[in-house]
């Protein structure tokens, strides 16, 4: 069973930063792409970064957030400076993910983290 968790939300001051983390765990074969998306109340949940060999990130976020990853760890990062009130929402990461080399990818969501930032 694979598992997706979030980390790293928390309250900061508008112009901090701040470092989600996405771990995977469980039996898989490789993490194709991880994408990390927003929801803020009352709003629908938006792509914010995607990470697959390349990176690409919504344009309210380019040059403040940068995405990363760590293949040994199977772990992927999100890094976000100068943050502002609208980007408090839950931040959560979603992974495709095949369990061998021949069938697609699955993807596979975490819960989320809560990233509130005050003014």
């Known amino acids: 069973q694979v598992q997706v968790v979030e980390s790293g939300g928390g309250l900061v001051q508008t112009g901090g930063s701040l470092r989600l983390s996405c771990a995977h765990s469980g039996t898989f074969f490789a993490i194709i792409s991880t994408s990390w998306y927003r929801q803020a109340p009352g709003k629908q949940r938006e792509l914010v970064a995607t990470i697959n060999g390349k990176t690409t990130y919504t344009d309210s976020v380019k040059g403040r957030f940068t995405v990363s990853r760590d293949f040994a760890k199977n772990m992927v990062y999100l890094h976000m400076d100068s943050l502002n009130t609208e980007d408090t929402a839950v931040y959560y990461c979603?992974?495709?993910?095949?369990?061998?080399?021949?069938?697609?990818?699955?993807?596979?969501w975490g819960r989320g983290t809560q990233v509130t930032v005050s003014s």
């Open positions: 979603s992974s495709e993910i095949t369990h061998d080399a021949y069938h697609l990818p699955r993807q596979y």
